[in-house]
């Protein structure tokens, strides 16, 4: 079993920790199985299989719900529990406690939220309380409305600085880990360096300590826009599109179920019960 402990050895170590996003029981099964180190129930749930335009209406009752499904599929991986808008920017009460609902109620190992500076205090207080906490900077979605779309962050020196000093102050406060979101390479390498604690990448090039993607996209599940730092290793839409297509034209042509999918009834039992060979009437 993977723990917080394990994920900064590895960074210790020189081994790359590996990390994907799921949302349901199956493929938390199937990530865990293939040896996956981490698996973040991202509230990218929202966009990818809730159907929503973006992350901001994901709610706690949501991320509750689909956090419990991944944790009962994971026997090895460490699941951290992503924190949705407005479960902890209010106040740092109800954050403490809405990060306290993720361990107590899902099974999930540690938690995640967006920001820097701004949510150290309360990364200290989790991190007081016993609650392993997983930073996110960068590009962070739960702030696509101030920064103006799903731009790259960091690339000018005052924006980079920021982004240096961020990461310092979460791991000051007592972070195991930081997410790296649409980061220039070069800027995540360097962190990534200065750093003790490891940082994972997403759209952040080689030089983090792990990586991270949505599982769904490393599928090829949606037909729609992949983005740049995106490799899909499968192409599941058109293979799912494909079998359903496969479906319907037997279905429609009889052609299943055949005789292998179907069950015997022992010789006369018909003949018992309809002695005329009179037709069923739905
Ligand atoms: O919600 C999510 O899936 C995430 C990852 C993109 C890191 O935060």
Do not use: W
């Amino acid at each position: 079993m993977i723990t917080t402990a394990t994920i900064k050895k590895m960074k210790k170590e020189g081994k790359t920790i590996t990390m994907l996003t799921a949302y349901d029981c199956a493929m938390a099964r199937m990530e865990d199985e293939a040896g996956i180190d981490m698996i973040l129930v991202g509230d990218s749930l929202g966009n990818v299989i809730l159907g929503y335009e973006s992350t901001i209406p994901v709610t706690m009752e949501e991320m509750l719900h689909h956090t419990k499904a991944v944790c009962r599929g994971v026997s090895n991986a460490l699941v951290v529990g992503d924190m949705p808008f407005m479960s902890y920017q209010i106040n740092e009460a109800e954050g403490l406690r809405n990060a306290g609902r993720f361990l107590k109620e899902t099974g999930c190992k540690a938690v995640k939220l967006e920001g820097g500076a701004s949510v150290c205090h309360l990364v200290e207080k989790m991190v007081v309380a016993g609650i392993p906490v997983v930073g996110h900077l960068g590009l962070t979605p739960q702030s696509v409305n101030q920064f103006g779309g799903f731009k790259v962050q960091g690339k000018d020196v005052e924006a980079a600085k920021k982004i240096i000093e961020d990461a310092k102050k979460l791991e000051a406060a007592g972070a195991f880990a930081i997410v790296l979101e649409c980061v220039p390479a070069a800027l995540a390498e360097k962190i990534s360096q200065e750093l003790e604690i490891p940082t994972i990448g997403i759209g952040a090039g080689n030089g983090c300590d792990g990586q991270v993607l949505v599982c769904n996209d490393m599928l090829g599940m949606n037909s729609g826009f992949t983005p740049k730092f995106v490799k899909k290793y499968r192409d599941l839409h058109t293979e799912i599109v494909g079998a359903v297509k496969e479906y319907i034209s037997d279905v429609q042509g009889r052609k299943f179920p055949a005789q292998v999918h179907t069950f015997k009834i022992e010789e006369g039992i018909i003949e018992q019960l309809y002695p005329t060979n009179e037709k069923v009437t739905r």
